[in-house]
């Protein structure tokens, strides 16, 4: 650890949001400040609160966040973009109060929230605290948020709509991509929560990025450009801390002796993260496309994941049996482990912007079905721009084994292999002393002491 004596009194406190996608980054983030010689002090709430003991290192303070209260209300929690909306509310004197507690014993340096806590700008401008965010996805997917919001409107206004027309002045985006991003259901919800984050970020005192400048060269300019604030992408925070350590479910760690038996880049990966759910119909015809393709997988199926089921009861009669040892199913796995093992030949995925990255970072070829949020313009970016995987959109089961195969085995494969093998030397040069994430890092410590 570095013994530099201008951090010896710099204590930051970082308030991850309550999700895995969110809580990952933030604690690696938190690991990397710690090493350059920081204090860390992690604000939580109840609901999904880290594991402290994994971090004897750091200090926690835990904050009421209404979600008890909430049930007595009534109050319709059941999407992550409702909990946030919610807790944007909640949370605001809890956070005040413990902010105020810990500047009484010893002086805070900074604030480091998720961008998605909008709310913490007010308190901590209601303090005289410096307040960095930290935006867990892509600098693309803020560009294409900012963009589309105006047109939002007119697509919703629209009768019929032509799915995979371009969205005018953003060709990347069709209008299909559109209602996944902003899904009707909860719409208004999310619009409530992009706008105050982004209006939220303009007046932050800087913002640090998990992601890397030269994957995202036109996105990091355009932002230096239109943000008065700072950057730091400091590159994927996952190859600085592996995220094993935040995880909120137990990994299953028998899935990498499954792995050592397989032929090299045989397996197809398959895990759409901590927060989608989908319905009975689409899990059972992902089944059925596993067991057409006759590839080798290995299936994450969080439990509740499926609407209506447990965990794998929706699965179709005879499914186990048809597919035999060449299937593994598991209900959390030690993914990053997992993407980086020689069996694994492709990564069927949602696209959450950790699993993005994790992929990028090793080279493994992405099959891409995105669900929601900004899963839609990360997947564009991985087929479209950087073509380092293809789309599976509603895939059949015909079409879920052609692809699977295209991928594993034939020629589109190989080259997209070979652009996925190139972006990952990419991002081990960012991160080599002199490489742009390196010295983002630099800078950002340079930053904070000066505040
Ligand atoms: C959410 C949003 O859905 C996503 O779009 C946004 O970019 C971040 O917040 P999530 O859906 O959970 O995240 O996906 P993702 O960003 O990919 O994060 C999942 C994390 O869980 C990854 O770090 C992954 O390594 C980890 N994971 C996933 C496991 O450790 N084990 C598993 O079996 C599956």
Redesign the pocket.
């Known amino acids: 650890m570095s013994t530099e004596p201008r951090l010896n009194n710099c204590r930051l406190v970082l308030f991850p949001l309550p999700?895995?996608?969110?809580i990952?980054p933030m604690l690696q983030l938190a690991n990397i400040l710690n090493t350059k010689g920081f204090k860390i002090t992690i604000i939580h709430t109840h609901f999904n609160s880290p594991n402290q003991s994994n971090y004897p290192q750091f200090t926690f303070k835990s904050i009421s966040d209404g979600s008890s209260e909430s049930k007595n209300m009534n109050l319709n929690l059941d999407t992550p973009d409702s909990i946030i909306n919610f807790m944007n509310k909640s949370c605001i004197n809890p956070l005040r109060d413990c902010l105020v507690t810990l500047q009484e014993e010893k002086p805070v340096t900074c604030l480091i929230s998720d961008a998605l806590w909008h709310f913490s700008q007010s308190v901590a401008d209601s303090l005289n605290l410096p307040r960095i965010v930290l935006r867990?996805?892509s600098m693309s997917c803020i560009l294409v948020y900012s963009a589309l919001l105006p047109h939002i409107k007119n697509c919703y206004l629209k009768t019929t709509i032509e799915e995979e027309d371009p969205i005018p002045d953003l060709s990347l985006i069709t209008e299909k991509d559109m209602l996944k991003i902003f899904n009707d259901d909860r719409k208004e919800g999310e619009l409530e929560l992009i706008f105050s984050m982004i209006k939220t970020i303009k007046a932050a005192s800087g913002i640090i990025w998990n992601t890397f400048k030269e994957l995202e060269e036109p996105a990091f300019c355009a932002i230096t450009q239109n943000l008065c604030i700072p950057s730091f992408p400091l590159g994927p925070f996952h190859k600085y801390f592996p995220?094993s350590s935040s995880?909120l479910l137990e990994?299953d760690r028998s899935v990498m002796l499954w792995l050592d038996l397989q032929p090299v880049r045989s397996v197809v990966y398959v895990?759409f993260?901590?927060?989608?759910q989908m319905g009975k119909a689409e899990f059972s015809n992902m089944a059925r496309g596993l067991a057409k393709s006759k590839q080798r997988f290995l299936w994450?199926v969080r439990p509740g994941s499926v609407s209506g089921s447990e965990w794998l009861q929706s699965l179709p009669k005879g499914f186990i049996e048809e597919v035999g040892e060449r299937g593994c199913i598991v209900k959390?796995?030690?993914?990053?482990e997992v993407l980086a093992h020689p069996a694994i030949g492709g990564f069927w995925t949602?696209n959450?912007?950790?699993?993005t990255l994790?992929s990028i970072c090793e080279g493994v070829p992405m099959i891409c079905s995105p669900c929601s949020?900004?899963?839609p313009i990360n997947a564009r970016y991985v087929t479209d721009v950087w073509r380092v995987g293809v789309m599976l959109d509603n895939g059949k089961e015909e079409e879920i084994g052609r692809v699977m195969k295209s991928v594993i085995m034939e020629e589109e494969g190989s080259e997209i292999r070979q652009r996925s093998n190139y972006l990952q030397e990419k991002v081990n040069r960012s991160m080599e002393k002199g490489g742009s994430a390196y010295e983002s890092l630099e800078n950002l410590v340079d930053f904070i002491v000066s505040l």
């Not at 993260?273 to 989608?276: A, L, N, Q």
């Not at 959450?352 to 699993?355: A, F, K, L, V, Y």
């Open positions: 999700f895995q996608g969110h990952n867990t996805s995220a995880s990994q895990s993260g901590s927060i989608t994450v959390w796995a030690p993914q990053q949602h959450g912007w950790n699993s994790e949020y900004d899963q």
